[in-house]
């Protein structure tokens, strides 16, 4: 009995694609028309107000997720793939309508598909749906929500552009050794917290 | 709908303090959890990405209210 009970509590936990935390994860794809439409009427502050909601959605799903016990290693992944979808959107709309300075939008898009490559690289290392845990890049993550509202809002644009690309540079170097050389931890068992 | 829901002079405010009031607590949250991690074992790969974490969240708060002062014209 003891033997069963604790291969049972080892097993890794199922929990459904559709629950919760991925729904509000989704639901930040629908702040993007309307960014769009705000951006190509050249209402700045409607597009602040759209972004700032995509970034309140970001921060809202791992509380969900927490709330209602659905996290899984795809939800993570799932939020990492979205806020590439939303935020390269929004840097290249801004980018695009001559809202900020598109040399570096050009190195973050650059940057942020080298840092996808590595975590496809990592995950194929791991043999199994994993996310990286980038403790420096989670902190780049709110910074590049914010760039897009720095450039609907006309807040010191160029120097928050600009500034942000030496910054991403040093974490893709330093993360490059630890997702492509390092060992990789074993997968998390049911109950233990993800990494 | 108004293309413009608040005034400029409110908007400015609003997009200083929603930046300034992240980026200033952040980089101090963040000196002081580098600061308390000074003893941990940095063989540890964990603790070495922790650390460098904290680097880049310390820049990223300095860089954030550099940025609020130059909008608000201080600097």
Not at chain 1, 6 to 28: H, I, K
Not at chain 1, 33 to 38: N, Q, S, V
Not at chain 1, 47 to 56: M, Q
Not at chain 1, 137 to 166: C, D, Q
């Amino acid at each position: 009995m003891v033997a069963a009970s604790e291969a049972s509590s080892s097993a890794p936990a199922r929990v459904s694609l559709v629950n919760p935390a991925n729904a509000v994860t989704a639901a930040r794809y629908l702040t993007l028309p309307p960014l769009y439409w705000a951006v190509a009427h050249g209402y700045h502050q409607w597009a602040t107000i759209f972004i700032l909601i995509c970034g309140l959605f970001d921060k809202l799903d791992g509380l969900v997720a927490r709330i209602f016990h659905c996290k899984s290693a795809f939800g993570e992944v799932f939020d990492a793939i979205t806020d590439a979808a939303c935020y390269g959107f929004g840097l290249i709309l801004v980018a695009a309508f001559g809202w900020a300075p598109v040399l570096p939008v050009v190195a973050m898009i650059a940057m942020g598909g080298i840092n996808v490559v590595m975590r496809l690289a990592y995950a194929k290392r791991a043999g199994r749906t994993t996310n990286y845990k980038s403790y420096a890049m989670e902190r780049t993550v709110a910074y590049t929500g914010y760039l897009i509202g720095f450039a609907t809002g006309g807040m010191a644009v160029h120097f928050y552009f600009w500034a942000y690309v030496p910054l991403m540079a040093a974490i893709l170097v330093h993360d490059a050794r630890r997702m492509l050389v390092d060992p990789i931890p074993p997968a998390p068992v049911a109950g233990a917290e993800v990494h | 709908m108004s293309p413009t829901p608040m005034s400029d002079a409110t908007f400015k405010w609003m997009l200083t303090v929603l930046t300034g009031g992240l980026a200033g607590p952040w980089a101090i949250i963040d000196s002081i959890q580098l600061w308390r991690s000074r003893t941990a074992d940095r063989r540890d790969p964990i603790v070495r990405d922790k650390q460098f974490g904290y680097v880049i969240g310390i820049a990223i708060g300095v860089i954030g209210v550099i940025g609020c002062l130059k909008f608000q014209n201080v600097i």
